[in-house]
Structures are given as C-alpha cells and as structure tokens.
C-alpha cells in the first residue's frame, strides 16, 4: 500500500488506514499518475534534475525505504509554472476552444475536434496519392483529366472542413505555431505508410510571391517544409524557385483558367543547384495540383530528374472557403 511520508522524519503524514481509498483512487486516476510519474526520481539519480529530494516522498507499492522515490523538485516548479500559466493563459482547443485539462503542448485540439481530422488511406491514387474509390480505374477521377508535371504526390489529409479552418488559421490568422502540429500530422501519414524522404536531395516550399510574403509576414508552406526537413535532415532550398508573378488566387479562379493563371509563375535563380537532384516540393493543399505542376515543370527544365509534392492536405477541386 502507498503512503506519504516525510523523508526527513519517517513519519507518517497520514495513517496508512485512512489513506488507502485515497491512494486507491490515485492509482486509477491518470492524472494522478501522470503527475507521481513526473514528479518521482530515484534515489541514486544525480541529474541535476534531481536536486531536492530531502523534501516529501513517494513511496510506491511495498518497496522498500532505500528504494524510495522521491520529489523532483526541478519538474514540480516546472508542473507548477504551467499550472498557474493554464490559469492566466488557458489551453484552450484552437477550434472550438473548448478547455483543454491537459497542459501538453503537443495537444491543440480537444478529442471532439480531433476525432474530426479525416487522415488520407490507402488505396492511394498512383499519382496524386488522393484516395482511390473506384480501384478499377488506373488513376483517381482528377489525374485522369489532366496531366501533371510532377512524378508523384504525398497528402497526409483530406481537405475537409477542419483542415480548411486549421489552414485558415495557419495562412491568415498567425497562427504559426500550427506549424509544429500540422507538421506532425504529416510526419505521422509517412510513418503510418513508411514513406521514406530519405531519397530526395532537397525540399522546397511552394513560394510566396513578395508582395504577398510581405502582406502575410510568412510563406505557411516554408514553416511546414522546415518541420520535415528538420525531422528527416534534409537540405530546404527557400531562395532558389521564386514567384515573379503576382498571380490572382487560385481560388478565385475558374477551374478552366487555373492553368493559364499560373503560367510563368516562377523562375529559378541557379538551376544548376537542382540539376540531376531528386526534389521534394512541399505545400499546405492540394486542389487542382496546378501551382505545384507548374513548379514541378519549371524545375524539371532546371533539370531535376525527379520531382515530387509534399501536401498537409488533399481536395476536391471543389471546395467551399474562397478565402483559401
Ligand atoms: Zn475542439
Ligand atoms: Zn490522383
């Protein structure tokens, strides 16, 4: 059975008999065991982590005295710290901004919103890797109709109403920290699917034209590229392929004049950089497959000998937020 007792005296803080229900609900509570795992350090850890274990102990089960657990006094401030922060900054959901209970960084939405996420699954389209419902067909509905410069594309999503409100808040509300969330749910769809970056040479963001980087302060696709290109160590190329061309929204756009819209689009300072190089273009959507195409043929001209695309998420080519 658990007890409290202070180290310094051996003692007692409170009978054994009465504690049991109380420790009792301790061990099932999740919470709880979250916070006596985060706080216990063993007696022989000399981290500097582990300073002050003269204070309160934990003892655990029927182990005995010299195998205590106690206190890491380093990881109660810092437990304590984000406590009084959850009060004056709570953590809420960014959707729904529901409270979260949790204080965990990695955790951005609440369970009702993430449950809504819809992640992409085999089996994969051959070219753009959008979800294949008629396995019969070669292709999926969209790369039967057109042809697409770049060899392959990965999407870790499907472009429902969650991603257009989770990318919405990334491109235009500042919400960059997104970053490291929506990152992960890309390295998480190469995991599932043992999808191996290994083989690209470089990343490159889809980037913004200047005039629109200086509108918005950040290129989205660029913050995405560097989570992964910082998770799989691989060189990001962000200078190289520019925008010359202020180009209307593709968005807003007729589906018919997305192509011609984005012509001429881009130039390529130094092809010499992706000459023979194995390249991997990385942006936050994927809809028409028009911008990254037309990056995928300019940088094919430069002489890549493979070009890839890298997307948070996949679309219909019809979708409802203009504003995207
Ligand atoms: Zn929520
Ligand atoms: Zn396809």
Not at 139 to 162: G, I, M, P, Q, V
Not at 215 to 240: C, V
Request: proline share 4%; with cysteine.
């Amino acid at each position: 059975m658990n007890t409290l007792i202070d180290s310094n005296h051996s003692e007692n803080l409170i009978p054994k008999r009465q504690t049991s229900s109380l420790i009792e609900f301790l061990q099932t509570n999740g919470t709880f065991a979250r916070l006596i795992d985060l706080l216990s350090t063993k007696q022989n850890d000399k981290s500097p982590d582990a300073i002050g274990r003269r204070g309160w102990k934990f003892v655990i089960g029927k182990e005995k005295v010299n195998k205590k657990s106690s206190i890491n006094f380093a990881k109660f401030n810092k437990f304590i710290l984000e406590g009084l922060s959850d009060l004056i900054y709570p953590h809420n959901c960014i959707l729904c901004h529901r409270l979260l209970l949790i204080h965990n960084p990695q955790i951005f939405l609440c369970a009702s919103c993430l449950s809504t996420i819809e992640h992409n699954f085999p089996p994969f389209c051959p070219k753009c890797s959008k979800h294949l419902i008629n396995t019969e067909q070669p292709l999926c509905s969209d790369c039967l109709k057109r042809e697409y410069h770049f060899d392959y594309a990965y999407s870790a999503c499907f472009y429902n109403d969650t991603l257009r409100r989770l990318i919405h808040l990334f491109k235009y509300a500042n919400k960059t920290s997104l970053r490291h969330h929506l990152g992960n749910l890309i390295l998480s769809f190469l995991r599932t699917y043992h999808i191996n970056l290994g083989k690209f040479d470089v990343l490159i963001p889809i980037p913004l034209h200047p005039i629109r980087f200086r509108e918005r302060g950040y290129n989205q696709s660029h913050l995405l590229a560097q989570e992964i290109a910082r998770h799989w160590k691989i060189p990001l190329s962000s200078d190289n392929l520019i925008r010359i061309r202020h180009t209307k929204n593709q968005a807003l756009v007729g589906l018919k004049n997305r192509w011609t819209n984005i012509q001429g689009a881009f130039r390529i300072k130094h092809s010499s950089q992706f000459l023979e190089k194995s390249v991997l273009l990385v942006d936050d959507l994927l809809t028409t497959g028009t911008t990254v195409s037309e990056a995928a043929r300019m940088l094919k001209e430069a002489g890549a000998k493979k070009v890839d695309v890298l997307t948070l998420s996949i679309g219909a080519v019809k979708f409802k937020d203009n504003s995207i």
